[in-house]
């Protein structure tokens, strides 16, 4: 026997907290919704959602609150005259910001009385709902175990941990891994293109490769994790040879050497620190030390 739908309010409709909104509706859930523009709630009221007058009144209306504002200071702002209603309810904060802020927030409902999660969405707008998408959570295990089958409505709910600080973490983590991918693939795709080659004909032959480049993070990690780096497969004195090429292949066609320049940069700190012939899992010795030391 299956329950209802859970009602769940929505605090902000942006463009992220609209698609947030719409994904729930889709799955059939009651909807409310507050924004200090009232406006945008119309495409969603004429779906159903239940447009709110006050923060309080749309808390009261939910078990499970979302809000998901431009920051910390926009969230307390809201919900300044609306602490009352916090009591019994769970907060599962989609709002970004720092770690600090996520443990500060934890403490803070708590202290309202109300269960606190704290998340990150691992997409653009158009992403949620998508299963294949994450959602990362952290914080209380019992508050994402109750609400978890209503969070599966926004993505693929992933928990992390009950320091409420790790989705904030992940998140910027996360974001620093697609810039970096994605920033090489652009380098790559102007490099190609210097060659009349296109990006489509490009892009298909750099997946496959990232495939391989999966596989080096995996033996990596655990690499990482002991401080061991057996240069068995591609040491840094190989890869600062290797980057070299690409340097110079850049820098013959007219493009920026920035990218790889910078790279290599590190990767010659770490063969200074001793680690030239140790594996590429080495530079993470110099990534740790702080700007300057």
Known sequence: MTSDPQP???????NMGTALAAALLDRGHPVTVWNRSPQKAAPLTDRGARLATTPAEAISASPLVIPCVLDYDALYGLLDGATDSLTGRAVVNLTSGSPEQAQEALAWFRSHGA??????????PPGVGNPEVM?????????FDAHRPTLAALGDPAYLDADPALASLYDAALLGLMWATMTGWLHGAALLGTEKVPATAFTPVAMRWL?????FLTRYAEQVDTGRYPGDDATVDVQIAAIDHL???????????????????QMERA??????????????SVLTEAEGS
């Open 8 to 14: 769940v309010t929505i605090l902000g409709l942006g």
């Open 115 to 124: 269960g606190y999660l704290d998340g990150a969405i691992m997409t653009t």
């Open 135 to 143: 959602l990362l959570y952290s914080g209380p295990r019992d508050v």
């Open 211 to 215: 495939s391989t480049v999966n596989n």
């Open 247 to 265: 340097i110079h292949a850049s820098a013959a066609r007219g493009l920026n050497t920035a990218l790889p320049g910078l790279l290599k940069s």
């Open 271 to 284: 063969r200074a620190a001793g680690h030239g012939a140790d594996s590429f899992a080495s530079v993470i």
